[in-house]
């Protein structure tokens, strides 16, 4: 197996999960209650938990069931293995749960530090080679399941994830939470496009990404609003040379929810990264959007941008974005912006002097808003399902 050690020093968490998981006897529930007290607690946490009401993403954590488990395909190909952690050594199993909670921390990302408590089941992948077709994952409805990618030197991959449609079950009981941790050594490429189309389920997703020398990461996500959704992603670039490329679309209506927090970390010199994401709400849909760029003080000649754009169809939408830039070094290229307001009226306008009835005209301004952002293997149907909800 290779090996992929933190650099980040995790006594805390070793501490609770080291010795419980080398006799795969798991934590408590209550034990995830305090140490979710210990996070709340934290100025970081309750800021990032400012516009999205945490406690019933933990009281449905708390019913999620613990032994869910992720399906395959594409996996047989040459260059791809996938373990399932129960074929792991227990001391196998303990590393590749450090190495993920390093990436992620906990005052950060809190759900995931629980979630991966809490877990039973998960995935190693290794990729050592330039792999053909996409590996594709399919999450449980419901479930906790955690993904370990590790990619060698020069191997590239496309990853595809998607979910269970959610169905109906009136004693259904907790939520769907994705973590997934990718680690790219130098020269790898890792193209990563998942999707989140179902509003009808409490959904949590988390991806860490960490990057060596000369490594690419691109990620290309949607999703609409949900009754409770938050979607995580921290991009660590740790190489010269690294970057990474990520652009979103999503829509919330009919009083869903849907926060997303960003953040991307230059920690090594000639790194860049771009960040393109635009949304619409529509009804009175609730929209978060948190876009964070760190230049570390060893990063030089880092380049980096972050635009939000959104487009809000009704009065009673709310739609709140925060991009941030923080700097601690020279000699840098960065840029960050965000942009809330409604269809031109001159655009609209010129369309409907051409003939185009008025909702129609909407539509398609909405389509191009939204396109913009949308490509790759889930893209049409992604739009599809925009398109139905702009109806």
């Known amino acids: 197996m290779a090996r992929v050690v933190s650099s980040v020093a995790l006594p805390e968490v070793g501490q609770v999960i080291g010795a419980p998981l080398l006799t795969r006897a798991w934590i408590d529930q209550e034990r ?32 999620t069931p613990a032994d869910s488990t992720a399906t395959m395909a594409g996996d047989a190909q040459p260059g791809v293995r996938a373990v399932p952690f129960a074929a792991l050594t227990a001391e196998d199993e303990v590393e590749i749960r450090r190495s993920i909670a390093g990436r992620l921390t906990p005052e950060r990302h809190v759900l995931a530090d629980l979630a991966l408590l809490r877990a039973r089941q998960g995935w190693l992948i290794e990729v050592s080679g330039e792999v053909a077709e996409p590996l594709e994952i399919t999450f449980p409805a419901r479930g906790i399941v955690p993904v370990f990618v590790h990619l060698a030197s020069h191997a590239s991959l496309t990853l595809v994830e998607r979910t269970c449609p959610e169905q109906p079950d009136a004693d259904a009981r907790g939520l769907l939470a994705q973590i997934v941790h990718a680690e790219l050594a130098p020269g790898a490429r890792l193209v990563h496009e998942r999707a989140a189309l179902d509003a009808d389920r409490d959904h949590y997703a988390a991806v860490g990404i960490r990057l060596d020398r000369d490594a690419r990461y691109r990620l290309r996500q949607s999703a609409v609003g949900g009754q409770r959704r938050r979607l995580e992603v921290h991009a660590i670039l740790d190489g010269d040379g690294a970057e990474v490329e990520m652009d979103g679309a999503y829509l919330v209506e009919n009083r869903r929810h849907l926060d997303q927090q960003l953040v991307v970390e230059h920690r090594a010199g000639h790194t860049t990264s771009r960040q393109k994401f635009h949304g619409i709400a529509a009804g009175k849909g609730r929209s978060v959007f948190n876009g964070r760029i760190h230049i570390h003080p060893r990063a030089p000649q880092s380049d980096a941008a972050l635009t939000n754009r959104n487009l809000a169809l009704a009065p009673d939408a709310e739609m709140n974005t925060k991009p941030e830039l923080e700097i601690y070094t020279d000699d840098v290229r960065c840029s960050h912006g965000a942009t809330v307001g ?23 301004l909405a389509r191009g808003f939204l396109r913009d952002c949308l490509s790759g293997r889930l893209a049409e149907a992604t739009l599809a399902r925009f398109l139905e909800a702009l109806e």
């Open 32 to 63: 995830v209650r305090e140490r979710a007290g210990e996070h709340l607690a934290t100025g970081l946490t309750r800021e990032l938990w400012k516009y999205t009401p945490i406690k019933g993403f933990l009281e449905a954590l708390a019913e």
């Open 342 to 364: 409604q269809i031109d009226d001159l655009a609209l306008f010129y369309l409907t002097t051409r003939g185009i009835p008025v909702g129609e005209a909407r539509r398609l």
